[in-house]
T-cell receptor, first 114, second 114 residues
């Protein structure tokens, strides 16, 4: 089955620690996205990548970093510089930049800072 | 700039009643329009999309939406609500001005009363 996997589903970290969230897709999509979701605030774009070895900042990139070394993988690192990292993180992909923009989503990772 | 407005952060309807979730968008060029649904602690799932074909779009789970250019609206409806429809619903728009990035509404939480 084609789709997007995110791991882990739940993640706990101590303040001051970096943590990496995994996102893998086997849909052969060119573009991938990371969103942050907080209660009552909808979806906010953190980073996106349209091709391998290239990515752009979204609306709330501060305190986050990404890499896109392979087409199917787009890991997100939440660094200690992110002041309020507790949130639900969603990864998505789309077939290629310039199409309708329809995105396919993973199941999400809930990050809690202790 | 593109934007999406969803009227009502929460909408409550009785089981069996009509569901109407409102979405208005701004776009100076022909848009693509989407409705997604999110169940608690899950990723988003596409309900339906408008891609410049028929203005009345039918989606999954008995939902449909009508594109009205003159009103810049894309409201989501379902004739008879079911308890399983309780979820959060997001409207999104993309167009050439946004380079086909999705611009998201803030979401509407649908509550079904027994």
């Amino acid at each position: 089955d084609g789709g997007i996997t995110q791991s882990p589903k739940y993640l706990f970290r101590k303040e001051g620690q970096n943590v990496t969230l995994s996102c893998e897709q086997n849909l052969n999509h060119d573009a991938m996205y990371w969103y942050r979701q907080d209660p009552g605030q909808g979806l906010r774009l953190i980073y996106y990548s349209q091709i391998v070895n290239d990515f752009q900042k979204g609306d709330i990139a501060e305190g986050y970093s990404v890499s896109r070394e392979k087409k199917e993988s787009f890991p997100l690192t939440v660094t200690s510089a992110q002041k309020n990292p507790t949130a639900f993180y969603l990864c998505a992909s789309s077939i290629f930049a310039g199409a309708s923009g329809e995105q396919f989503f993973g199941p999400g990772t809930r990050l809690t800072v202790l | 700039a593109q934007s999406v407005t969803q009227l009502g952060s929460h909408v409550s309807v009785s089981e069996g009643a009509l569901v109407l979730l409102r979405c208005n968008y701004s776009s100076s060029v022909p848009p693509y329009l989407f409705w997604y649904v999110q169940y608690p602690n899950q990723g988003l799932q596409l309900l339906l999309k408008y891609t410049s074909a028929a203005t009345l779009v039918k989606g999954i789970n008995g939902f449909e939406a009508e594109f009205k250019k003159s009103e810049t609206s894309f409201h989501l409806t379902k004739p008879s609500a079911h308890m399983s429809d309780a979820a959060e619903y997001f409207c999104a728009v993309s167009d050439s001005d946004s380079n086909y990035q999705l611009i998201w509404g803030a979401g509407t939480k649908l509550i079904i009363k027994p």
